[in-house]
């Protein structure tokens, strides 16, 4: 069978997490990784590089969805007439049509190194999602995506990836726990979308259902419905716990 080519990425992503472990994951297939923080970052970059795939986000702050899809493909018409790069979305919830009409393919989180590849080769939509709803007795590590990235990075760099997911959830649990206090239903939503983008990429099964839980809840406009803080916090350290005895 032949190798998959290497290929040249923009990843766009204002999530540090979901772009450090992207560009980890991708990095170790031997694709050619950039990144950009923001919609605006992205298109300012175009011009000057070329790429074969613009993998980015559906929701960034400033410019996104759909028309940062509309932004991309002008500007790479312009920059790269001959060779145009594929645009994948990506998001931890489903596109709407009007979202997913906009792309090349999209790419529900958590999704595979595999999967991308065939996204980036022309395959279908890939739409099967990870653990949505929160189950009692759910371990706080999903086994086989541990396996699988511990297939594709070093130890070293698997345990740093989840201790920024960790510490990025920590942050953003601070966020919600304002925006809670608040009735600022918007921002829990955006934070607890980010928490289960990153937490279902590595793994981290019961912080993503609660995320889940949190951001259905705050779009239903139930605050009443957000799960506690403290069972994030709890689901935090029995990770930690889990993976300090996989890491020792």
Known sequence: ??????????????????????????????????TADSGEAALALLPDQTFDVVLTD?????????????????????????????????????PSDHELSAFDAFLLKPFTA???????AGASTHLSSGPSTLDSGTSPLDEAIFVRLSAQLPAAKLHELFQLTLSDARMRLELMEKALSADDLDTVRREAHAIKGGAGMVGASEL??????????????????????ADFYTACIRLERMLDKRFS
Do not use: C, Y
Not at 5 to 32: K, N, Q, S, Y
């Open 1 to 34: 069978m032949a190798a998959a080519p290497t290929l040249r990425i923009l990843v766009i992503d204002d999530d540090a997490v979901m772009t450090e472990l992207l560009a980890a994951v991708l990095g170790m297939h031997g694709h050619d990784i950039i």
């Open 58 to 94: 559906l929701q960034l702050p400033g410019l996104s969805g759909h028309d940062l899809a509309a932004a991309l493909r002008s500007t790479l018409a312009s920059s790269q007439p001959k060779s145009p790069a594929r645009l994948l979305g990506m998001s931890g919830s489903p």
């Open 114 to 120: 595999e999967q991308f590849a065939e996204a980036a």
């Open 208 to 229: 993503h259902q609660l995320a889940a839980k949190a951001e259905n809840a705050a779009t239903a406009g139930s605050a009443a419905d957000t799960p506690p803080i």
